[in-house]
């Protein structure tokens, strides 16, 4: 169904249209006329189905903007959904002129009261930080129309249930209250029943992962050390089409000037990025005239992207339901695909939370060495220079390379050729990739909560994976221009 068939404004319409939408979701297709009538509904659907635009589109729709108060709120589990949700509703709520803030713990309270402050009409947050502000009272919510729980089981396996009722008392009896959740126990359908009116059900069969197409991958690494790892990666494995998952804009910033840097075919997508850029970025990829596409998750919804056969998360997930939806970029139309995973050691508990979901092991990966990485570039020329030799093209330049062969020894001149196709290592132009906050430890207990399987350490298995990995490159991978680019250091401002 087309969202304009969903009774939204122009003004949504357009917004939709500029993000890369065309067709609506199921979830968006079935929980829009609903909300948009001011049912209250029980969504039950995992990250990546689109349900932040199913509950989003009719929030904007409905906002009043000559009414300064809190009209929609919004408690998200974590502060890394919490900001995905808020940049999403601010990018489709932006030709509105909506003003959406988010607040989450961990960030200065004191700089959220001033943006608090511009009277947002849509406030994202998580349910500590929500409370600290009603405590406070920098926070009024009696003139709220929706109230929106997103992911709510992971919200109560956090142990966040006093919070959250706590904050619904503070909204009018009369509000719609949109619920969201990848499963359903007794504790949900709980507040189904005690703080919603006769809630329509919208149930969306989770999402398959065609593990058996994709191989899937981790390598240990310090955050530090992950980028060098990366480009020698690349240079071993051959991607054709790539992938590579940032968690912030600074990130996938960095990380896309960093492999342009090192002589890679690279452009990043984040939510600040203009449409026209934007569209031109991902035409160039779809017709494999750009190798590699950072990207925030937020970035890659609703992309559609054929033949990407790597996926690269620079970044863990906080959630595994990301993950499926990272991986599930690759591994398409019957096609193979790989994905491979940096962690470092404080994340260890994220990686095993992913296989859970999936159900599947990832493999352990040694980090290629430089000569590894070398052999890869060098096996890729040769594989070029094949292919140019095929070039029918090349029959007037005989008579120069005859000259050349009497002038030079053939070994000498194939070398030559060779290392004007490798250059030196990628590791001799230094990158300086800005440290992420590191997510938090994932724990049992119900403060501060995270899911987990406590400290213990995995034992590492099928080292055999390494074999997989020696490849060709194509003779676009890197750019031919033989120049040495100097040092390169990155420098960009917080998101």
Do not use: C, W
Not at 91 to 104: E, F, I, P, S, T
Not at 283 to 297: P, Q, S, Y
Not at 323 to 351: C, K, Q, W
């Amino acid at each position: 169904m087309k969202f304009g068939e969903l009774g939204l404004s122009k003004n949504l319409l357009r917004a939709i249209q500029k993000s890369g939408y065309e067709e609506a979701t199921p979830i968006q297709e079935q929980t829009i006329p609903l909300v948009l009538a001011g049912q209250d509904v029980i969504g039950q659907a995992q990250t990546g189905t689109g349900k932040t635009a199913a509950f989003g589109l009719p929030l904007l729709e409905h906002v009043d903007l000559d009414n300064p108060a809190i009209q929609a709120i919004i408690i998200s589990p974590t502060r890394e959904l919490a900001i995905q949700t808020q940049e999403e509703l601010f990018r489709l709520g932006r030709d509105k002129h909506v003003k959406v803030q988010v607040v989450y713990g961990g960030a200065d309270i004191r700089r959220q009261i001033k943006a608090l402050k511009q009277h947002p009409q849509i406030l994202v947050g998580t349910p500590g930080r929500l409370r600290d502000h009603l405590n406070r009272q920098t926070v009024q919510l009696d003139h709220v129309q929706t109230l929106v729980l997103d992911e709510a089981d992971e919200m109560l396996n956090m142990g966040f249930l006093d919070d959250i009722e706590a904050i619904i008392k503070e909204t009018p009896a009369t509000r719609q209250t949109l619920l969201f959740s990848a499963t359903m126990p007794p504790a949900i359908k709980k507040i189904g029943v005690q703080f919603m009116q006769d809630p329509q059900t919208v149930k969306i069969a989770a999402k398959e992962l065609t593990t058996d197409l994709v191989d899937q991958y981790y390598i240990r690494a310090k955050d530090y050390e992950k980028f060098d790892i990366m480009t020698r990666l690349i240079d071993v494995q051959d991607p054709d089409l790539t992938i590579v998952f940032g968690r912030t804009k600074r990130r996938v910033d960095e990380l896309s000037r960093g492999l342009l840097a090192r002589g890679y075919n690279a452009a990043g997508i984040h939510g600040d990025l203009t449409q026209e850029r934007r569209t031109k970025i991902m035409k160039r990829f779809k017709a494999g005239e750009l190798d590699i596409l950072v990207a925030t998750d937020v970035a890659a919804r609703g992309l559609d992207i054929s033949g990407v056969t790597h996926v690269y998360n620079y970044d863990i997930p906080s959630d595994p339901d990301s993950y499926v939806h990272r991986i599930g970029r690759t591994g398409r139309a019957g096609h193979h695909g790989v994905s491979l995973t940096f962690v470092t050691p404080n994340e260890m508990d994220y990686l095993h939370e992913i296989e859970k979901l999936t159900k599947v092991r990832m493999l352990p990966l040694k980090p290629p060495t430089e000569e590894e990485a070398f052999r890869g570039q060098v096996a890729s020329a040769v594989n070029d220079i094949q292919t140019l030799i095929q070039d029918p093209t090349t029959e007037k330049y005989q008579e120069a390379a005859a000259q050349l062969l009497e002038d030079h020894p053939a070994v000498e001149l194939v070398a030559a050729l060779l290392n004007d196709l490798t250059k030196d290592s990628a590791e001799q132009v230094p990158v300086k990739i800005t440290p992420e906050r590191p997510l938090p430890r994932r724990k049992n207990d119900r403060k501060g909560g995270f899911r987990g399987h406590g400290k213990g350490n995995r034992r590492n298995f099928h080292r055999e994976s390494q074999r997989h990995f020696n490849g060709r490159r194509n003779n676009h991978r890197r750019h031919r221009d033989g120049n040495q680019k100097p040092a390169f250091r990155l420098h960009h401002k917080e998101d």
